[in-house]
């Protein structure tokens, strides 16, 4: 492709030299390649900035005004005082560790029964099959905020009220995700696993060598929106959690602000102890990011 | 769905559809033949090795989301509390919900935020795809700059506006400066409301941005170049070639956020707290289910009887957008 464009603009008689071609052929006046970047800074402004002014706030010490106009997004000191501050009112690390387990075990739990199933799903032939898909299809369509309370009193029953097993359970086995791994089973070629069948592999031999290698990309789909749901995740926690030290991030989030709200300083801090870790994620893993969108969507 | 359901493996016997359940192939009658060259999935494991590997989804989505369903459609007729199981009061609970006042202010809120939020939802997305589309230095950069809201938490997306948002913060003082004057986003009702929907606005952009992407990819490019061709504007062409051509997505992103909105809950609740304001003038219909729901003396019943509502219509935007892409197709 580039070396097509390439050629094209070789070929292609140079007006004025300060013209760029774009790729459909036609020539971009420098005006619209000034007005382009502009636009993509103001919106970069709009995006990011926001995140670096509470970064800023964060770090600027007791002795600097944060309401100061103008305002200045470099701190004059910047300092960590308010990261060891927010530790002493609320255990953030605590809290950030609960966040971290969950997370973790819902990346688990979600890989290995959504691959379970999705393999049934995909690769095997049963009676029920079509139910047990249907199923999945029929959980997906239901909208968790319309089950909370129910999940509640589910849990309430189960004694798992209040502990960190109640955060995960409802979601540690998604039903999209049960979908997405059918998919990128059922779209394998079908005569690898006919000639492992061939030579003696048993249906778990056949998962587990053969077909669930073949499928990492997709679980690594699953795996980061497991982990950045779990992570992120507000209203069931909120319902599940009653005692402090079984708080997650978001939760102790929400309980900083209700309670010490004017120190605006302590609250940037613990948003930024909250979003960092999966800023950084992002930047790891973008193209897994962009591809789950593309696959959730689709499914939706 | 689309792409998922076209790979269902089919068998001769259910080719028509329609039918319940497959008549199953006996052990002695291999199709093989007639399936020949279609994906046909592996039939050589033991019988009950699909349901081992079924058993762990097939219990948790059974039961934390299709048996909290039907309990919640069965409690929504009781007046049942966390700690006492219900007796049967027929439809007491919606009969209450008509006359609650809470619930239609929720009901409005909650609306309204659908009317607020999906129009800029499924415009400023694509207006940012076509603005981070195709391939100039340093492009890969502002897309991923502009998902970094999608990736953060909503609460830390509430909590970072809140601060800008303050009678104190960041926007009031710009605001003071260029003599405007103090705007109480936080304080007014109304302009909470729309400062809690500009916020999704903002977490939102960057997800269906992509989405958008995917699909402004697929506009074949001669299209473009032809149109060029016969004299339209970059304006023109974006009503004739970009709009018709990425309208199917642009339906699937009004369907995905109408049913966001409609559900809102995290937002409103950081921006005006738990109660939703005063007078609980803000609240939503989830934050009602919240609020009348949970803790020890919730009343699930009634609670329950709200979900029933916010579920039939989270179902019906659903419907509604598509029937509304039907047809403009027919």
Sequence with gaps: MSATAEQERRAAPDGGGRVRRRRSGRRTPVWQWVLRYLLLLAVLALTVGPFLWQLSTSLKGAGEDIYRYPPSLVPHEATLDNYAGVAKIIPVWDFALNSLKVAVANVLTNCLGAALAGYALARMRFRGRKAALVVFL???????????????????????????????????????????????????????????????ANAWQRFLRIALPSVKGTLAVVAIFAFMGAWDDFLWPLIVLSDQSKFTLT??????????????????????????????LFACLQRFFFRGVGEGAVKG | MTTGTARVPRTPGNKGGGGPAPVPPGPGAPPQAAARGRIRPVRRHLPASPWLFLAPGLLIVGGFSLYPFLSTVVNSFTDARTLIAGQYVGGANYQELIHDAMFWTGLRNSLLYVLGVVPLLVILPLLLALLVQGRIPGITFFRAAF?????????????????????????????????????????????????????????????YMIIYLAALANVPRELHEACAVDGAGALRRFWTVTVPAVRSTMVLVAALSSVGAFKVFSEVYLMA???????????????????????????????????????????????LVLRANRKEDA
């Excluded at chain 1, 989030?253 to 102890?273: D, M």
Aim: with cysteine; charged share 10%.
């Design chain 1, 138 to 200: 029929m959980a997906m369509l239901v909208p968790v905020e319309s089950i909370m309370i129910a999940q509640f009193v589910t849990m309430r029953e189960l004694q798992l009220n209040n502990t960190l097993i109640g955060v995960l359970l409802p979601a540690c086995i998604g039903a999209m995700n049960v979908l997405l791994m059918r998919n990128a089973f059922a779209a394998l070629p079908y005569e690898v696993e006919e000639a492992a069948f061939v030579d003696g």
């Design chain 1, 251 to 280: 939760i102790g989030l929400n309980f900083l602000h209700g309670t010490f709200a004017n120190n605006q300083r302590l609250v940037a801090a613990g948003t930024v102890i909250a979003v960092l870790p999966l800023i950084v």
């Design chain 2, 147 to 207: 998902y970094t809201p999608v990736v953060a938490s909503v609460v830390v997306v509430g909590l970072i506006w809140v601060w800008l948002l303050d009678d104190r913060g960041l926007i009031n003082a710009v605001l003071e400066a260029v003599g405007f004057g103090k705007v109480g986003f936080l304080s007014d009702p109304w302009l909470l409301l729309f400062s809690a929907m500009a916020v999704t606005v903002w977490k939102g952009l960057g997800y």
């Design chain 2, 273 to 319: 707290g738990p109660t939703g304001g005063p007078g609980g003038e803000d609240t939503t219909l989830v934050m009602l289910v919240q609020q009348v729901g949970t803790g020890l003396n919730g009343r699930v019943g009634y609670a329950s009887a709200l979900s029933v509502v916010v579920f039939v219509i989270t179902l019906g935007l659903m419907l």
